[in-house]
């Protein structure tokens, strides 16, 4: 199992902005496909974004679209998830997920993933 570092998380008012980023060491993440799935208490754990290994192909769930932005930097081995316009229904944790495959030209938002990270918690209120 991979061990994937997530970070960014915090608490916004709605309207506002965070950036969570998923990295790792010891390998590339550009030889992964890598989703960000978000669970809120009491509820399914659901997809939000995924981006491919070679970085052609993102997806986004319908609630997220124009808002959510997901991205790679490979200088920095890692994928980020820029997440704008915050409403109190995006408040959960957030986990970024991982699959070996090289070369790949599509991804997928929803379990099996190899791999996950720790969590970090997203609490969009007044």
């Known amino acids: 199992q991979l061990q994937l570092v997530e970070s960014g998380g915090g608490l916004v008012q709605p309207g506002g902005s965070l950036r969570l980023s998923c990295a790792a060491s010891?390998?590339?993440?550009?030889?992964?496909?890598i989703g960000w799935f978000r669970q809120a208490p009491g509820k399914e754990r659901e997809g939000v974004s995924c981006i491919s290994s070679n970085g052609d192909n993102t997806d986004y769930a319908d609630s997220v679209k124009g808002r959510f932005t997901i991205s790679r930097d490979s200088a920095k081995n890692a994928v980020y998830l820029q997440i704008n316009s915050l409403k109190p229904e995006d408040t959960a944790v957030y986990y970024c997920?991982?699959?070996?495959?090289?070369?790949?030209?599509?991804?997928?938002?929803?379990?099996?993933?190899?791999?996950w990270g720790q969590g970090t918690q997203v609490t969009v209120s007044s």
């Open positions: 010891g390998f590339s993440l550009g030889d992964y496909v």
């Open positions: 997920a991982a699959e070996y495959g090289p070369y790949l030209s599509f991804c997928w938002m929803r379990p099996p993933y190899d791999s």
